[in-house]
């Protein structure tokens, strides 16, 4: 895949791929350069807002009597804004940006649904082990879309890093119940939101400005 024709701090395209078949001509198609909006910045940004506020809770530097104010944003930011973000980065033909944002905003809405409808269904002696599951779960498909990102920017390389180590400290903490270290998954995950928030406001700024004014250092293959 390459990102030479990206704009500046675009996900990565499938520039590689074959060429797409002919179809019948659409609306769409009959309008000289339809276009849509890059929709990156506003997965990136769903994810991170709704990131950080979690990871408050996590990390220990706000009461969890207040943590179902995540779960408002788990459904309609991290998850449905996200689930659209990605669901418009297919009609880009943007592989990469779709799995992303299309699994962690279906990620966000089944965090809902769980802690809404299905926790009350976990034996309390088993609910740890439960949730630590899903967590490494989730950690093992963002270890392999981190090394995916390795050929997109390195400002989105780094929230796939980061992400990584947050849901395996926070899945490790779960599963033993070590609060340490589910307090240290919480401050990965400020530093994921972080650098989130950072790659969305790259990308439509720069897009905005029409120049790179924030980088995001695209990470190319080697020639030959």
């Known amino acids: ?32 350069g339809w276009s849509i909006a890059d929709p990156a910045p506003l997965g990136l940004a769903a994810f991170a807002l709704t990131t950080f506020v979690l990871s408050m809770f996590n990390a220990g530097l706000v009461n969890r009597a207040g943590e179902p104010v995540a ?41 809902f649904a769980y802690v809404q409808f299905f926790a009350r269904d976990v034996p309390a002696s088993a609910a740890g082990h439960a949730i630590g599951l899903y967590l490494i779960a989730w950690g093992i498909f ?14 989105v390389a780094l929230v796939f890093l980061l992400l990584t180590l947050t849901f395996f400290a926070l899945g490790i903490g779960n599963s033993g119940a070590h609060t340490s270290i589910v307090k240290l998954g919480g401050w990965l995950g400020i530093a994921t939101a972080a650098a989130a928030w950072y790659a969305s406001f790259a990308v439509v700024t720069n897009s905005t400005f ?10 190319r293959r080697a020639d030959g």
Not at 90 to 105: E, K, L, P
Not at 142 to 155: G, I, N, P
Request: without cysteine; glycine residues 10%; charged residues 10%.
């Open 1 to 32: 895949m390459g990102i030479t024709a990206n704009p500046p701090g675009r996900f990565d395209r499938d520039a590689d791929a074959a060429p797409p078949r002919t179809v019948q001509p659409t609306v769409a198609a009959a309008s000289p």
């Open 71 to 111: 779960y408002a944003l788990a459904f309609a930011y991290g998850g449905l804004a996200q689930l659209l973000a990605g669901m418009w980065e297919f009609r880009n033909g943007n592989t990469f940006g779709a799995v992303a944002f299309s699994s962690y905003g279906a990620f966000w809405l089944s965090f």
């Open 142 to 155: 963002t270890l392999y879309m981190f090394v995916a990102s390795l050929r997109t920017t390195a400002a």
């Open 210 to 219: 029409g120049r790179t004014v924030l980088p995001v250092m695209p990470l």
